[in-house]
């Protein structure tokens, strides 16, 4: 019985195919515009948790809250005595300039820090060194692998032993910085921006404050248990005590609250087009049952019961959304195949995706086909007949 309808739904289908063509493209476009946006969610998530392991997660950001005015370098400087799980302790200061090299000129982000800043933020090295706590008179910068790149030219590239020059300074490049991935714990992109000390900060800077503090601790710490003495230590010492706390794994656990919503809200823009490939399937029905009248009348007249009319039709709708739906997994994958390469991120498929994607389609053939194919199964024989 089952597989009797399952041939003449095929039949029916196949004498249509242009109408069943239109129908299966809606339900195409709509199960791929699902299946590829619950990937894209998948992909920007898991792209978030990929820049904070290159980073780490047993990092601490201190903000000066409010109007309190900057951060005691004294105070700064107990911190890893006092509080043992700290590892390294980098202050920085953030402001902007014009930096010129041999004709070229960039607007930069300038930072002002320490030599414990590297170690602390892992960054990477392609020439030369870092700042160390002995270069903290000499005009000496580090760039970041964008901005030295920009402050290039053909005959006159940024290396080790260039000169820049900022307002009446000039500075001597002692290291270039490997390109790095954006990290929301970062306040700057590192690629461009120029690193300086933070006494040659306070030349070239008009505010040079130290308001903004990366702590990494060790491995094994607890970073809320951490936070304690940190906050007893310092927000007595600012002047309005106010103190900004924020873990790695703080911001880790809001993006991903953030990210779970971005991928509901593109599943339901992705819905809404499936919603919309289902009406193009019942329209579709319902034009076939007008067309097949007499068929049906026929049916009818020589027994066919009302519930095999009706299995008949539904199992056409099913059949038309079910193979949409697997066409578009295919095309919702090979969309988000395309959406990380063109974005340069790591594909991976959302486990959720495709049989998702599958049983959504299905839901809609069912719940589109069943009113087309009760309106056929109650056709009046008689009437059905006379239609042509």
Do not use: C, K
Request: no cysteine.
């Amino acid at each position: 019985m089952f597989g009797r309808v399952i041939r003449e739904a095929l039949a029916g289908l196949l004498a249509a195919r242009q109408r069943a063509v239109l129908a299966l493209l809606g339900i195409v476009v709509g199960a791929g515009a699902v299946i590829a946006m619950l990937n894209v969610g998948a992909i920007a998530r898991n792209e978030t948790v990929r820049q904070f392991r290159e980073m780490g997660t047993d990092i601490l950001m201190l903000r000066t809250g409010g109007f309190s005015g900057a951060f005691n370098p004294a105070d700064l400087e107990a911190l890893p005595a006092l509080v043992p799980a700290i590892e390294d302790v980098a202050p920085f200061a953030i402001g902007g300039g014009v930096v010129g090299h041999e004709g070229m000129t960039q607007t930069v982000s300038t930072l002002g820090t320490t030599g414990s800043f590297a170690r602390a933020a892992r960054l990477p090295l392609a020439q030369g060194r870092f700042l160390t706590e002995h270069d903290r008179y000499e005009l000496f910068a580090v760039l970041g692998a964008r901005l030295a790149a920009d402050l290039s030219s053909p005959f006159a590239p940024v290396r080790i032993g260039s000169q820049l020059r900022m307002g009446r300074y000039v500075f001597t490049v002692v290291g270039i910085l490997a390109p790095v991935l954006p990290s929301p714990m970062m306040p700057v992109d590192v690629d461009g921006t120029l690193f300086v000390s933070i006494p040659n900060a306070r030349r070239v800077m008009p505010d040079s404050g130290i308001s903004t503090v990366m702590v990494r601790l060790r491995p094994d710490a607890d970073p809320e248990a951490a936070t304690i003495p940190i906050r007893r230590h310092l927000e007595p010492r600012l002047r309005d005590g106010g103190l900004n706390v924020q873990s790695a794994r703080q911001l880790i656990a809001g993006m991903a609250g953030q990210m779970r919503l971005f991928t509901v809200l593109l599943g339901a823009i992705g819905a809404i087009a499936l919603l919309l490939g289902g009406v193009g399937v019942m329209n579709i029905m319902i034009i076939s049952i007008a067309e097949r009248r007499r068929e049906i009348g026929i049916r009818l007249a020589i027994g066919a019961r009302r519930a095999e009319i009706r299995s008949l039709f539904l199992a056409e709708a099913v059949i038309l959304a079910l193979a949409g739906g697997l066409l578009g997994i295919a095309v919702g994958i090979a969309g988000a195949y395309g959406f990380a390469r063109v974005s340069g991120w790591e594909f991976i498929l959302s486990p959720a995706a495709a049989p998702l994607g599958a049983g959504v389609s299905a839901a809609v053939g069912i719940f589109f086909g069943f009113y087309p194919a009760v309106m056929a199964s109650r056709l009046d024989p008689i009437e059905a007949l006379r239609s042509e």
